[in-house]
């Protein structure tokens, strides 16, 4: 099944944060954090990158939260960022205004402020994947949707069919999407394309690569072969393999 949006919540006030988390899941989306401190954020979302950061932009700590969402976009220039404020004064505005938000919610809020900011920034998400992209914050996105990826090509979204992918291979923090008639290099690490592309039809076979299980030609003991190629596989992957195989 296709991955929930996942949600970091950057906060200091855990009651809020508690809360917020409580609405987030009860909307039907993954809460993939509460962290109190802006430079802790930082660290979080080196290994575990989330679809949208709801940051408070009063943060105790060496960072607030604009600074915070600043240094996120050095490593992650497509990230959606949502900030969380009780102070709206003109030059916090302005400060935020650089980042290039996808919404404020002013404190106190109520759910509905909540539930209407992250549907406009998953519907604004969307709407990216199907224009040009001219070195604007999605400049290097790769987007999953029910049966196909919107792939970064040139200075495009390519629509790449998932029945059409063969396999995926590690590079590093790069990966490069083999399809029946293109690879595609990403800015994107293995891990989170494991994370969010529907379980269905992939799997990751080895630590370095994610197979279209329905483009399986053979199956040996430490490897498959997919359109000729030979795809290690990890020591004991082979009977979960198999029983994927089952449910496809």
Same mark, same amino acid.
């Given at each position: 099944?296709?991955?929930?949006?996942?949600? &970091?919540?950057? %906060?200091? %006030?855990?009651?809020?944060?508690?809360n917020i988390s409580l609405q987030l899941t009860e909307m039907g989306y993954e809460v993939s954090g509460i962290i109190p401190r802006?430079?802790?954020?930082?660290? #979080?979302?080196? *290994?575990?990158?989330? =679809?949208?950061?709801?940051?408070?932009?009063?943060?105790?700590?060496? &960072?607030?939260? !604009?600074?915070?969402?600043?240094?996120?976009? /050095?490593? #992650?220039?497509?990230?959606?960022?949502?900030?969380?404020?009780?102070?709206?004064? /003109?030059?916090?505005?302005?400060?935020?205004?650089?980042?290039?938000?996808?919404?404020?919610?002013?404190?106190?809020?109520?759910? &509905?402020? &909540?539930?209407?900011? !992250?549907?406009?920034?998953?519907?604004?998400?969307?709407?990216?994947?199907?224009?040009?992209?001219?070195?604007? @914050?999605? /400049? *290097?996105?790769?987007?999953?949707?029910? /049966?196909?990826?919107?792939?970064? #090509?040139?200075?495009?979204?390519?629509k790449v069919d998932i029945e059409a992918i063969r396999y995926i291979e590690a590079d590093r923090n790069y990966c490069r999407v083999?399809?029946?008639?293109?690879?595609?290099?990403?800015?994107?690490?293995?891990?989170?394309? =494991?994370?969010?592309?529907?379980?269905?039809?992939?799997?990751?076979? #080895?630590?370095?690569?994610?197979?279209?299980?329905?483009?399986?030609?053979?199956?040996?003991?430490?490897?498959?072969?997919?359109?000729? @190629?030979?795809?290690?596989?990890?020591?004991?992957?082979?009977?979960?393999?198999?029983?994927?195989?089952?449910?496809?």
């Amino acid at each position: 099944m296709i991955q929930p949006i996942q949600i &970091l919540i950057v %906060e200091d %006030e855990m009651i809020i944060a508690a809360n917020i988390s409580l609405q987030l899941t009860e909307m039907g989306y993954e809460v993939s954090g509460i962290i109190p401190r802006g430079e802790d954020a930082l660290n #979080h979302i080196k *290994n575990n990158l989330p =679809d949208i950061v709801l940051i408070d932009i009063q943060l105790k700590g060496e &960072l607030d939260g !604009i600074e915070a969402a600043q240094k996120m976009q /050095e490593f #992650h220039n497509n990230l959606a960022i949502i900030y969380l404020t009780a102070n709206a004064d /003109e030059a916090n505005f302005n400060r935020a205004k650089s980042t290039h938000p996808y919404a404020f919610i002013s404190k106190p809020f109520k759910r &509905l402020d &909540l539930q209407r900011s !992250i549907e406009l920034t998953i519907n604004r998400l969307k709407c990216n994947i199907t224009t040009p992209i001219n070195g604007s @914050k999605t /400049e *290097n996105s790769t987007f999953v949707l029910k /049966e196909c990826l919107f792939i970064r #090509h040139q200075e495009t979204m390519v629509k790449v069919d998932i029945e059409a992918i063969r396999y995926i291979e590690a590079d590093r923090n790069y990966c490069r999407v083999f399809s029946t008639d293109k690879e595609y290099l990403l800015v994107t690490t293995l891990k989170d394309m =494991d994370r969010k592309l529907p379980q269905r039809h992939f799997f990751r076979i #080895h630590r370095s690569y994610i197979i279209n299980l329905s483009r399986i030609d053979e199956i040996a003991g430490t490897h498959v072969v997919i359109a000729k @190629k030979a795809i290690p596989m990890s020591k004991g992957m082979r009977p979960e393999l198999l029983k994927r195989l089952q449910t496809i």
